[in-house]
T-cell receptor, first 116, second 116 residues
Framework: AQKVTQAQTEISVVEKEDVTLDCVYE???????LFWYKQPPSGELVFLIR??????QNEISGRYSWNFQKSTSSFNFTITASQVVDSAVYFC?????????????FGTGTRLTIIP | NAGVTQTPKFRILKIGQSMTLQCTQD?????MYWYRQDPGMGLKLIYY???????DKGEVPNGYNVSRSTTEDFPLRLELAAPSQTSVYFC???????????????FGSGTRLTVV
């Protein structure tokens, strides 16, 4: 069975500060995929990134960056120079590449509030 | 390209009533899913389907039924609605290559259901 832990329930930072959201996962499969989704106050789920277990390169997309470390089973998400529009709930999720079992397992989410 | 379309967006049901939440995708994805999100929580899988005519239970299937007669459609049926089914429901789809990977995990905009 898979498990995703987001230990930070809520985080508040002042605008322009950097913030890191933690994600720790558990799986026995060697091939798996990790995701981050953003859920703004409007409620939809916005896809941010997908990584497979064979690609440990860190990724940067504008102010967003992701640090994938298999040694610690972590897939952390950093927002640089945060903005008020970044305020949302962020979910980390995991699925395995095992036919018939590609269900997403979600963490409980981290509510991020950016204070102007 | 509409992606995943869910209807209705909002619904209020009385205890004991029934309804069907509709979900359609136009991306030719083989896998489809129904999740529910309770306030302050992550998403939990209700049912999923790996192809037309094939469905299986997820983590929280009690009180729900599904069918998948076509690749595009995956309706969720609530029989005898109960207050515990008050939640936001998300439909999602993805394409799985079996052991070769998973692509395009896409969510609909959600259905907010209240049972009173």
């Amino acid at each position: 069975a898979q498990k995703v832990t987001q230990a930070q329930t809520e985080i508040s930072v002042v605008e322009k500060e950097d913030v890191t959201l933690d994600c720790v996962y558990e799986t026995r499969d060697t091939t798996y995929y990790l995701f981050w989704y953003k859920q703004p106050p409007s409620g939809e789920l916005v896809f941010l990134i997908r990584r497979n277990s064979f690609d440990e390169q860190n990724e940067i997309s504008g102010r967003y960056s992701w640090n994938f470390q298999k040694s610690t089973s972590s897939f952390n998400f950093t927002i640089t120079a945060s903005q008020v529009v970044d305020s949302a709930v962020y979910f980390c999720a995991l699925t395995v590449s095992n036919f018939g079992n590609e269900k997403l397992t979600f963490g409980t989410g981290t509510r991020l509030t950016i204070i102007p | 390209n509409a992606g995943v379309t869910q209807t209705p967006k909002f619904r209020i049901l009385k205890i004991g009533q029934s309804m069907t939440l509709q979900c359609t995708q136009d991306m030719n994805h083989n896998y489809m899913y129904w999740y529910r999100q309770d306030p302050g929580m992550g998403l939990k899988l209700i049912y999923y389907s790996v192809g037309a005519g094939i469905t299986d239970k997820g983590e929280v299937p009690n009180g729900y039924n599904v069918s998948r007669s076509t690749t595009e459609d995956f309706p969720l049926r609530l029989e005898l609605a109960a207050p515990s089914q008050t939640s936001v429901y998300f439909c999602a789809s993805s394409f799985s290559y079996g052991f070769g990977g998973v692509e395009g995990y896409t969510f609909g905009s959600g259905t907010r259901l209240t049972v009173v």
